[in-house]
Every structure is written in structure tokens, then in C-alpha cells.
């Protein structure tokens, strides 16, 4: 009896880390003018249970190791089942030796309607299409996953960036925008095909450089943590001469341009006058935040 007490009691235990995301999701329907409507209540504790519940990789996590994310859903129409919104997915992992967490993923993804009826089941299928709703989540935590792992390995996240590929090619089948190469610069389509393009592999290399070489090593010298994150940084050249203002690195600098701001603007001073150059060419959208940061 002690021993099957015993068994039941790790199953449990191991069960409990089986999930990768530790996710807050959002369902934010003031545009419609009927945010109390209870349908908004049931969606919104249903997509917290199914983010967080859904085991979307083989790999077990610890409690410590769960990637902190949101989900913020917001409704601007509703007509019977159907849904029209928006979707901001922004991610964020520990870095090593501080109590501080730096933002890896930050997306505002318009192209997004979906059905539901109340209650209805939320069932992901990794290799079949289920609904527009479950698809476009999938998809978000997948690159959530990817880029996650390639800030830890370069190219860590390879296997996650092909399922969220995958997920784009079964969901082409269905009248959706977002999916399709004709749906415009800044679809899914074109995030996940891109950061899977050897064309541009420098980008992957930026997200390890700036996170690994760089962020994790602040507690130990914070100058050469700054110079390396420097380095990586101009590295987004080599991207930007590929593609200038390419969806991915307006992606990485909705990201990370407080933090960069934040990094140069104090500490130690290292050689910042190649770098000042590139951030004003390859992100002239943060021109603003650029010009905080103190030589």
C-alpha cells in the first residue's frame, strides 16, 4: 500500500511540471461596449486553463524554470460566433545570477478573428487544424518556445519554430488572415519564414550573443556584459543590409528598446559610438529612446 501511495504521490509531482508556460491571458472587450457579457468571462478563464494547461512540449520544466508570458486579447466586434480582435503576446525570461527578468517576445498580431460559442472545447492538435482561435494561440506560444530556447542555444528553438511553421501551413486551408504570404509584411507567415531563413541567421545569432554572452554574465562584470551586448547588437546590421526594416527586427527592437536604453544609460562606460550609429539606422522608430543614452 506505502509503495503504490508512493507511486501515485511522483506521478502527480511530475505531472505538475509538465507544463512549459506560466501565462496570464487577457480578454479585454471594452470596444464592443458588452464587456460584462459573461461569454467574455467563460473565453477569458477558458484560454488561461488551456495556455496553461496544455502540455505543448515532450521537455518537463521545473516550477523555476516555467517561461513568464501574456496574452492580451482584445475584441473589437462580435456578430453571433464570430469574433474580431487583436492579440499582443509578449514573453520574458530570468537572467542568470539577478532577480531581474528581460523581455524576449513582444508582438501586437492584428490579424486575428475567431469563432467561439460558450464552452465550447479548446483541443490543440499539432498536426491538424481545429479552430482559428486555438491556431493563432498555438502559433504565439510556439515562437514563445523558440525564441526562448535560442536566448539558452543558439538555434535552440529549431524545433519549435518548424511546429509553428507547420501550424501556418495546416491553417492555410482555412479563410483566416495572417496565414498566407499575400496577407501582407508582418503576418505569421512571414515571422516564422523569416526566422527560419538562413538569410537570416544572423538574428539568431543576436538573440544568443545578447542574452548569453551578454545579459547572463551582468552579475559577473557588468562592462563586459555591456560590450558584449554591444557586439551583438551591431551584429543586426548584417540583418538590416539582408532586409532593411525586416518584420523580425522590428520585432526584436519592440523588445528590447527600454531595455538597451536602460543598459547604456548607466554602469561603466564602454565604446558605444559604433553602436549609437547602428541603432539609428537599423531602428529609427526608437530614435527617441536612442537619444537617452549617454556616450
Known sequence: MRNIL??????????????ELNCNVVVNAQLTGNENLQIFKTLEKQLNEFVNQTEWTKKKFGPQELIECSIVINVTGQSNDLFNASIQVQSARPVYGSTYTTPVYNINDKDFSFKYLE????????NQFESNLVSVLAFHI??????????????????????AQNIVNYSQQENFKGWKLEDGLQSRFIL????????YKDFREVLYNYHRKGLDIMSESDKEAKTQIANAIIQMDAVHRQRPNSYLSRTFFDAKADEIEQIFSGGPNVDISK???????????????????KF
Open 192 to 199: 516564422v519564414d523569416n526566422i527560419l531563413s538562413p538569410t
Open 142 to 163: 510556439h515562437m514563445i518556445l523558440g525564441l526562448d530556447a535560442d536566448t539558452f542555444k543558439l538555434r535552440g528553438g529549431e524545433t519549435y519554430f518548424k511546429q
Open 6 to 19: 508512493l507511486v501515485l504521490i511522483m506521478c502527480i509531482s511530475f505531472a505538475g511540471f509538465s507544463q
Open 275 to 293: 553602436l549609437m550609429g547602428i541603432l539609428n539606422k537599423v531602428a529609427p522608430m526608437h530614435s527617441s529612446k536612442w537619444r537617452n543614452i
Open 119 to 126: 464552452f465550447q472545447n479548446l483541443i490543440y492538435n499539432s
